[in-house]
């Protein structure tokens, strides 16, 4: 683990820089948790899992969907916390399997994958905080129906209002 992000969260294109995390959301037959990859260069939502733990499996089921979706080139930053699913054996394996570099906030230190933490910060505060589900699969439905708008119409200051996928679209057709 040589290279950090070190709060470097401004990334010229995409694929570059991935940051992952993972929160909880109460119902009432109980927690489930959400793992997510975050491209940092649009802040588009490009893997994500969704379960009853938070086991390995459940960020590695994350990180096999953006990996799948995305396609990225070898050398591929991956940051998360120090999470002991982000740090097992067994992660750290697929990473090398994907070709990714590893990179992790420093110890107790939250402002070192706040693009990640403000995610879910908006998830809970735009979407999850004025609903009480009854169910999980009810909660699962709300949480992606989220990720549909965060991607596809949340507007960011730091895109210049666009929403990610629209920042994304622009900057292929420039690249093109």
């Not at 991607?151 to 929403?163: A, D, I, M, Q």
Request: aromatic share 14%; charged share 25%.
């Amino acid at each position: 683990m040589t290279k950090q992000v070190n709060r470097q969260f401004t990334v010229a294109a995409p694929n570059k820089v991935w940051t992952t995390y993972i929160t909880y959301v109460w119902t009432l037959e109980g927690w489930l948790y959400v793992a997510v990859a975050i491209d940092l260069f649009s802040r588009q939502v490009v893997g994500w899992a969704i379960n009853d733990h938070m086991r390995t499996s459940l960020c590695l089921d994350a990180l096999q969907m953006a990996f799948c979706r995305r396609n990225p080139k070898p050398g591929l930053l991956h940051h998360s916390d120090r999470g002991s699913q982000y740090a097992s054996k067994e992660y750290r394996i697929h990473l090398d399997i994907m070709s990714m570099e590893q990179s992790m906030s420093r110890k107790g230190n939250c402002w070192d994958n706040s693009p990640t933490e403000r995610f879910f910060r908006s998830l809970k505060h735009e979407q999850l905080n004025y609903e009480k589900f009854r169910t999980e699969e009810a909660a699962k439905l709300s949480i992606i129906d989220y990720l549909a708008f965060y991607n596809g119409k949340r507007t960011h200051s730091k895109l210049g209002y666009k929403s990610p996928l629209e920042f994304e679209r622009e900057f292929q057709r420039k690249t093109a």
